[in-house]
């Protein structure tokens, strides 16, 4: 079966970018990103490619060639459905804020609107493709909805999880380790289904990196990449810590264990923790989901890689407060960056927020310097925390849009996000401008630290006991 007409729902940081990735590679293929938002589908359409609603490195230049030749936004959810022979749903999939599994549990209240509105619309047999990532047996779910609700019509399920990550979504799409597609290749139809994705990617990724298998599979295993990935992070986090007691250096721990081919050498930076919209959700939710089938071992070992990421935001805004002589009430403190990682406008779950959060409770007075998150974006992030009152939010937080002029008169830098522009300011400049003693808090072990000792600062790296 060869694909012509593809819907996408969901025009957010995985359904722009993965679809823009699919139309350049795909040509032949028409897809139609479509959402409910319509403030964000007319920026993926406005004619100024620097109002894209996301910044990923290479995105614009995709956008251009692609955009209204073979890949089209809409907000005209239904005709969309009806024209495609194969719909992705790449909608969110939040930590339930509410009712059973609140806090825990995916909120999967997005994911059954798409189904209800595709089994509505759909007048002939579809291909639906989970692109969101969802807890495993959920494609078992969307089937029930589906013949249930729609018009008799067939429908097969696919799960496709995304391993995109952000900052380098173009660069991960167009070559990925791998393409995962779970299927039912029990049935005829289900081997049809799966084999017309799998052609869609063989159109630029290798046959060998493109893996089958059964749906519960395939949606678990997205999960645990992610508690994977998550959990060297807070490993290599909770050394930090031990290496700031004793003198070691983790700059030097993770270079000794990455060289072993066991181990490998991605993945062990240490930081202020972790962020992103993904690793706290998905872990949550395979802690959930053990706990539902009574596995509370399991589930005690994977909610440790969210606490001690929690304890990692919380004991740097700590070191700040004790080394600013245990009190912050008043005094200027810089943030340098509020992104979750650089090369990306994403504060989702972003370590800054926590960590501002902290300090706002000790009275300080931050500004804000990032080169990609505007400042509504800020503010929305600290007023969504509900800690205190928008004026007084307003009052102690500043955003700056020039670097020098936030660290003015600042008692302490905070570097929350790994920006390269940060390696490569005039730091001499900034500290003659800062009241003394001038304090640096790396939360990404960026800088030099000869060097800046050398300038004057007090230095804190994270993860150096020296
Ligand atoms: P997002 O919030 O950026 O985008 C989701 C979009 O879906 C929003 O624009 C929203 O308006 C739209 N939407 C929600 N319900 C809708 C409906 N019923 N009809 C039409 N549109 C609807 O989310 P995202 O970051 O793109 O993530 C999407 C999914 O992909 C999630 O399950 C996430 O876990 C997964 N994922 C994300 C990443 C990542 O790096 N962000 C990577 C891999 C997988
Ligand atoms: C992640 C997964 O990597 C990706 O495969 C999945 O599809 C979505 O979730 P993302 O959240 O976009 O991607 O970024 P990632 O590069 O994984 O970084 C997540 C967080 O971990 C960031 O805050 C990053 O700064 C932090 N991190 C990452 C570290 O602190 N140290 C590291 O060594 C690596």
Not at 61 to 81: P, Q
Not at 190 to 209: F, S
Not at 407 to 426: P, S, V
Request: net charge neutral; charged share 25%; hydrophobic share 40%.
């Amino acid at each position: 079966m060869k694909i012509n007409n593809i819907c996408c729902i969901g025009a957010g940081y995985v359904g722009g970018p993965t679809m823009a990735v699919i139309a350049k590679q795909c040509p032949n293929i028409k897809i139609t990103i479509v959402d409910v938002n319509e403030a964000r589908i007319a920026a993926w359409n406005s004619k100024n490619l620097d109002e894209l609603p996301i910044f990923e490195l290479g995105l614009a230049d995709i956008v251009k060639e692609t955009r209204g030749k073979n890949l089209f936004f809409s907000t005209e959810i239904d005709k969309a459905i009806d024209e495609a022979e194969m719909i992705f749903i790449s909608v969110n999939t939040p930590t339930k804020t509410y009712g059973k599994g609140k806090g825990m549990a995916s909120d999967l209240k997005y994911i059954e609107l798409c189904a209800r509105q595709i089994a509505r619309v759909a007048k002939q047999d579809k291909i639906v493709v989970e692109k969101s990532t969802l807890p495993v047996r959920t494609a078992s779910a969307i089937k029930s909805i589906l013949d249930n609700v729609g018009n008799g019509v067939q429908f097969q399920i696919l799960s496709n999880p995304e391993f995109l990550a952000e900052g380098t979504a173009v660069q991960d799409l167009l070559n990925p380790d791998r393409v995962l597609i779970g299927g039912d290749e029990s049935t005829k139809e289900g081997e049809i289904a799966v084999k017309a994705l799998v052609d869609i990617y063989t159109e630029w990724v290798p046959k060998n990196k493109i893996l089958t298998t059964n749906v519960w599979s395939s949606e678990l295993s997205k999960l645990t990449a992610n508690a994977f990935l998550a959990q060297r992070v807070s490993s290599i986090n909770a050394m930090s810590e031990i290496c700031e007691k004793t003198g070691a250096d983790i700059k030097e721990v993770s270079k000794a264990i990455g060289m072993d081919s066991r181990i490998g050498p991605k993945f062990l930076n240490a930081s202020v923790g972790f962020g992103g919209s993904c690793f706290q959700k998905d872990i949550l939710n395979l802690v959930y989901i053990a706990k539902s089938y009574g596995l509370n071992e399991v589930a005690d070992y994977w909610e440790q890689v969210i606490i001690m990421n929690d304890h990692q935001k919380n004991r740097f805004s700590d070191n700040i407060v004790s080394t600013l002589y245990n009190t912050v009430s008043g005094k200027k403190i810089t943030f340098l960056g509020w992104a979750f990682k650089k090369d990306t406008n994403d504060t989702r779950e972003s370590a800054a927020i926590k960590v501002a959060d902290n300090l706002l409770n000790e009275q300080a007075k931050i500004e804000v310097y990032d080169p990609k998150v505007s400042e509504e974006r800020i503010y929305a992030d600290i007023a969504n925390l509900n800690t205190r009152s928008a004026k007084e939010n307003k009052t102690l937080l500043t955003v700056k849009k020039d670097p020098y002029q936030a660290c003015n008169d600042a008692h302490a830098i905070a570097i929350l996000t790994e920006w390269d522009e940060f390696k490569n300011y005039n730091w001499e400049n900034i500290y003659n401008n800062m009241p003394k003693p001038a304090f640096i808090f790396d939360g990404r072990g960026i800088l030099n630290k000869e060097i800046i000792e050398g300038i004057g600062f007090i230095y804190y790296k994270i993860g150096s006991g020296n």
